[in-house]
């Protein structure tokens, strides 16, 4: 069983920054997958980033890319997800998501991809 608690998310204003984390009970190498989605009213759940936990390479999506960073302190059995140049488009619900079915999680953008879910922390971006 992997228990997942996410925090930080608030409300900014566009081009403010939020860290969030997620806290973990487990970290180990069966956890092979990590990943942070997003939910906004009306919308699908998305990807927005993953990481793998015992290689630590990244993925971001488009939308993201080069403002988000997803990062894991395997001390602290947390994962972070730092949000910089925030744009109203961000306002979303956050979840982060851990896989111990396999490595092709990562590979993959599909939310039945991971079995493990935090309760999600609101993003908001005010314009």
């Known amino acids: 069983q992997v228990q997942l608690v996410e925090s930080g998310g608030g409300s900014v204003q566009a081009g403010g920054s939020l860290k969030l984390s997620c806290a973990a009970s487990t970290y180990t190498i069966r956890t092979y997958c990590m990943a942070w989605f997003r939910q906004a009213p009306g919308k699908e759940r998305e990807r927005v980033a993953n990481v793998y936990t015992s290689g630590g390479s990244t993925w971001y999506a488009d939308s993201v890319k080069g403002r988000f960073t997803i990062s894991q302190d395997n001390a602290k059995n947390t994962l972070y997800l730092q949000m910089n140049s925030l744009k109203p488009e961000d306002t979303a619900m956050y979840y982060c998501?851990?896989?111990?079915?396999?490595?092709?999680?990562?590979?993959?953008?599909?939310?039945?991809?991971?079995?493990?879910w935090g309760q999600g922390t609101q993003v908001t971006v005010s314009s």
């Open positions: 998501a851990a896989s111990t079915l396999g490595t092709y999680s990562c590979y993959s953008g599909s939310s039945g991809a991971y079995n493990y």
